[in-house]
Structure formats: structure tokens, C-alpha cells
């Protein structure tokens, strides 16, 4: 018997980029983590490197790694800003991140340089159905 593939849900208010990492915004800041479809794709997550508080992000530029069984991949800033807070548990227990990467797993909270570049990432709608069709 062939297995269906698994369809992905994504929480309706985050934004995604084509690379798969989310930024959600919370008032004047945006949490960001990478969605639950690269999580899946990764496998058993043994390693994050995050940017220290206070480093600048910029849109498209690699901000960290995070390390599987299977590979290392680089990281990428859904939007310019600052880093104010980073998951430190994320980075003393990696497998948090494949619990629950929405809630419990996110990696940074960032200040924005201008909240309206979110809207230059893909809705949740989007992005599911980009992710769900291969």
C-alpha cells in the first residue's frame, strides 16, 4: 500500500518565506522560527546556531543553521531588524524545536525595521498550498 503524504497546517496569522522560515507578529515584534513542513523535512534535529541578541538581521541573509541527521541547512531573515530575544532552550535541546515549532520551538524575537515587509511573505493559504503539492 502506498502512503498518502502528510498535509501540513499552518497558523492562519504567521507569514512565511519560500525558504520556510515564519514571522509572527506580536505587537511591535515579530517571533520567527522555521515552519513545521522544514522541520519535517529535516528529521531528527541535533544542533541550532543562533544569531547573540542585539545582531542585525537582514531580509534573504542567512541568520544561523540548524542541524539534522541528515543535513545542515542555513537559515534566512524573513525581514530586516534586530534581534532582542533568542530561545535559549531551543539551543540547549534542539528536539524542542521539532515539538512544537510554532509554540514552544520559535528562535528569535526581532524588532522590525518596517513591519510592512511582512506583507511581502506568503500567508499561511499560500504557503500550504505551496508545500502541500509536492
Given at each position: 500500500?502506498?502512503?498518502?503524504?502528510?498535509?501540513?497546517?499552518?497558523?492562519?496569522?504567521?507569514?512565511?518565506?519560500?525558504?520556510?522560515?515564519?514571522?509572527?507578529?506580536?505587537g511591535?515584534?515579530?517571533?520567527?522560527?522555521?515552519?513545521?513542513?522544514?522541520?519535517?523535512?529535516?528529521?531528527?534535529?541535533?544542533?541550532?546556531?543562533?544569531?547573540?541578541?542585539?545582531?542585525?538581521?537582514?531580509?534573504?541573509?542567512?541568520f544561523?543553521?540548524?542541524?539534522?541527521?541528515?543535513?545542515?541547512?542555513?537559515?534566512?531573515?524573513?525581514?530586516?531588524?534586530?534581534?532582542?530575544?533568542?530561545?535559549?532552550?531551543?539551543?540547549?535541546?534542539?528536539?524542542?524545536?521539532q515539538?512544537?515549532?510554532?509554540?514552544?520551538?520559535?528562535l528569535?524575537?526581532?524588532?522590525?525595521?518596517?513591519?510592512?515587509?511582512?506583507?511581502t511573505?506568503?500567508?499561511?493559504?499560500?504557503?500550504?498550498?505551496?508545500?502541500?503539492?509536492?
Amino acid at each position: 500500500m502506498i502512503s498518502q503524504p502528510m498535509a501540513f497546517e499552518f497558523p492562519a496569522s504567521f507569514r512565511f518565506a519560500d525558504s520556510h522560515e515564519y514571522a509572527n507578529a506580536d505587537g511591535e515584534l515579530v517571533r520567527v522560527g522555521i515552519s513545521a513542513f522544514a522541520v519535517d523535512q529535516l528529521g531528527d534535529i541535533v544542533f541550532v546556531d543562533l544569531p547573540e541578541v542585539g545582531a542585525e538581521l537582514s531580509k534573504g541573509a542567512s541568520f544561523g543553521s540548524v542541524e539534522s541527521v541528515k543535513a545542515v541547512e542555513d537559515m534566512y531573515a524573513p525581514i530586516d531588524g534586530e534581534v532582542v530575544q533568542r530561545n535559549e532552550a531551543v539551543l540547549a535541546s534542539p528536539e524542542e524545536l521539532q515539538n512544537d515549532p510554532y509554540g514552544e520551538g520559535w528562535l528569535l524575537v526581532v524588532k522590525p525595521k518596517d513591519l510592512s515587509q511582512l506583507e511581502t511573505l506568503l500567508d499561511a493559504a499560500s504557503y500550504g498550498a505551496k508545500v502541500n503539492a509536492n
